[in-house]
């Protein structure tokens, strides 16, 4: 009975020992994986940082520069109904943005809208194998987007308008549906992602940046210069 308790024990000992051995080596094993795709992650996060911020920026401009009305306060607010409906019912698309060199919102929009497409067809192909599957999600939500695809639909539309001499009013609204919730939630966690990605990936580059942050502009001309006149509404 001893001896058998005593290699109960020792079997017991044993076991313990290769469990820790087998965890410790686990570990290690990670840890170097994981230092190994460091550098594709802060990859994977600059091209989804580019490609948010550049979609926060196109969309905040096109607010400060057509809607009559105080900025949102928050990304919350802004991209959400509430905020992006005001856009499509005040930028006229006949006025011109603020850019270099001269173009109207027709072809601004437009131009935009491929390259939030193109850009973001390019980053799934590119990082399909570590891009994080929740950013992927999202990603994907915005290049299949119904309005962005109603957005690239936009010269047909003038196209057959002229054809049929249809009069249409010339605001955004008149040649777009509005966002769906979805595309609001992908934005939003894009955001939130970037925001979390950056605060573990600093302490492996000193040159990463974070996503655009909100500001309200302070010192916006009332009323816009791109918001569709007056004298068309009345």
Not at 4 to 25: D, K, P, R, Y
Not at 31 to 52: F, G, H
Not at 120 to 146: C, M, W
Request: net charge neutral; aromatic share 12%.
């Amino acid at each position: 009975s001893t001896k058998t308790e005593q290699f109960g024990l020792n079997f017991f000992t044993e076991m313990l020992g290769v469990a820790v051995t087998v965890f410790v080596i686990d570990r290690l094993i990670q840890n170097r994986e994981e230092k190994r795709s460091i550098p594709q992650k802060l990859a994977a996060y600059e091209d989804v940082r580019l490609y948010t911020s550049r979609y926060i920026s196109f969309w905040t401009s096109a607010y400060r520069e057509s809607v009559p009305e105080e900025e949102p306060q928050t990304f919350e607010a802004f991209f959400s109904e509430h905020g992006m409906t005001k856009i499509l019912n005040h930028l006229y698309m006949d006025s011109e943005p603020n850019v270099t060199p001269p173009i109207k919102w027709w072809d601004w929009i437009l131009h935009n809208a491929k390259e939030f497409k193109d850009n973001g067809d390019k980053l799934l192909d590119r990082h399909s194998h570590n891009l994080d599957p929740i950013a992927f999600g999202y990603v994907h939500q915005l290049t299949e987007s119904s309005f962005n695809n109603c957005l690239l639909m936009t010269p047909s539309i003038r196209q057959s308008d002229n054809t049929m001499k249809f009069p249409r009013v010339k605001i955004l609204a008149s040649y777009s549906i509005a966002p769906p919730k979805e595309d609001y939630d992908a934005i939003l966690g894009l955001i939130k992602w970037c925001n979390e990605q950056h605060s573990f990936l600093k302490k492996h580059s000193s040159a990463i940046k974070k996503v655009s942050e909100y500001y309200k502009d302070k010192n916006r001309k009332m009323p816009p210069k791109c918001m569709i006149p007056k004298e068309i509404l009345e």
